[in-house]
């Protein structure tokens, strides 16, 4: 817990400028559209833009908005961070791309040396409820940042086939645990399904990714062991 919060620390002073644009690259095919959003630290929003919706910040993206839906991530010198409580976020689109069969979303994040960034994401579509897991999953190791030492940096991507659902909105939801750092989001969509490259070729472990709010829960069961 200790080095955990060293590194948060560190992490609120670092002014340490990063480029995130094209996280991922999917070779989509078809109708694509393209959402992007870089550099989520102090500077380039703030906490009441996050937590009212912030939309895209990076050329030729569409009109999809970034939340945070609960929780105490905000705008650090680094990335969105949080030393205090775990949060959840939403990525959402209104205006789906016409005949909508693939969704594809990724997450750059790091880690805080014990535990993975994040409870995967689930997408809910036409103003339901649905909670659709990806059907195809990728991960890859994406450079390091400095916080007193190298700190791994993974960008996580995540795909739905959507085919035949008839979408005309949707949104994304996850979570992000405490001590843990968010860079950058990437969604594309398509009205064609095609495998993106990122997802086919490095398949996350199955034990890596816990469903919803079973990993946030175990986080906070560990830190309450380490309390006592």
């Known amino acids: 817990m200790k080095k955990q919060i060293l590194v948060g620390l560190i992490a609120l002073a670092a002014g340490i400028s990063q480029a995130h644009a094209a996280i991922a690259t999917n070779n989509l095919t078809g109708n694509v559209s393209f959402d992007g959003w870089e550099n989520l630290r102090a500077g380039t929003l703030t906490t009441a833009q996050l937590t009212a919706g912030f939309g895209l910040n990076e050329a030729g993206s569409g009109d999809a908005l970034f939340t945070r839906t609960s929780g105490a991530h905000y705008p650090a010198g680094s990335s969105l961070y949080s030393f205090s409580v775990d949060s959840t976020f939403s990525v959402s689109d209104t205006t789906a791309v016409s005949g909508l069969e693939t969704v594809v979303f990724s997450i750059k994040t790091w880690l805080n040396g014990d535990a993975w960034s994040t409870a995967a994401p689930t997408l809910n579509y036409n103003g339901g409820s649905q909670s659709l897991a990806a059907n195809l999953t990728g991960s890859k190791l994406d450079g390091t940042i400095d916080f007193g030492g190298p700190i791994d940096l993974y960008t996580y ?29 990437q969604l594309e969509q398509s009205d064609t399904f095609t495998a993106s490259a990122e997802v086919a070729a490095v398949p996350i472990p199955a034990a890596a990714w816990l469903f919803g709010s079973g990993l946030l829960g175990l986080a906070g069961v560990s830190r309450r062991r380490k309390a006592a």
Request: no cysteine.
């Open 157 to 185: 991507t995540f795909q739905w086939d959507l085919t035949g659902l008839g979408i005309n909105n949707f949104n994304l939801n996850w979570g992000q645990l405490v001590h843990t750092g968010v860079l950058a989001l």
